[in-house]
C-alpha cells in the first residue's frame, strides 16, 4: 500500500511558477516509478510527466516539454514537479500516482495508487 498526499498548487499568474510536492507513505518508494497526470474541467485525466524508480529516466507531454521538470527525493520519500512559464492552459487538478510495474509511463490504467490532487489555477 502506498498513500500520497500532493501539495504546493495554488493560484499563480501567467508566466509565472510553482513547484508541486508529493510524499509518499511507506518504504516502497524506490520500488516504484512516479508519474504527474491533471484534469481540466470538462476534460479527461491527462499524462503530464513520469519518472522511473532509478530516477535516471524521465518522460514528459509535449504540451509540457522544456516547461516543467520532474524529479525525485529519496530521502524524503517525495516526488516534485516544478512548473515553470505557466499558462492559463494549465490550470486543472494536479495528481501524482505511483505505478509498481512500469518504468514511468503515460498510461493513467497502469498507476496503482492514486493521491487526491491539488488545484493548480492560471490567470491570465
Known amino acids: 500500500q502506498v498513500q500520497l498526499v500532493e501539495s504546493g498548487g495554488g493560484l499563480v499568474q501567467a508566466g509565472g511558477s510553482l513547484r508541486l510536492s508529493c510524499a509518499a507513505s511507506?518504504?516502497?518508494?524506490?520500488?516504484?516509478?512516479m508519474g504527474w497526470f491533471r484534469q481540466a474541467p470538462g476534460k479527461e485525466r491527462a499524462f503530464v510527466a513520469a519518472?522511473?524508480?532509478?530516477?535516471?529516466?524521465?518522460l514528459y507531454a509535449d504540451s509540457v516539454k522544456g516547461r516543467f521538470t520532474i524529479s525525485r527525493e529519496y530521502a524524503k520519500n517525495t516526488v516534485y514537479l516544478q512548473m515553470n512559464s505557466l499558462k492559463p492552459e494549465d490550470t486543472a487538478v494536479y495528481y501524482c500516482?505511483?505505478?509498481?510495474?512500469?518504468?514511468?509511463?503515460?498510461?493513467?490504467?497502469?498507476?496503482?495508487?492514486w493521491g487526491q490532487g491539488t488545484q493548480v489555477t492560471v490567470s491570465s
Open positions: 511507506g518504504r516502497t518508494f524506490r520500488s516504484v516509478a
Open positions: 500516482a505511483a505505478d509498481w510495474e512500469g518504468n514511468g509511463r503515460d498510461e493513467a490504467a497502469g498507476y496503482d495508487y
Open positions: 519518472i522511473n524508480q532509478s530516477g535516471r529516466s524521465t
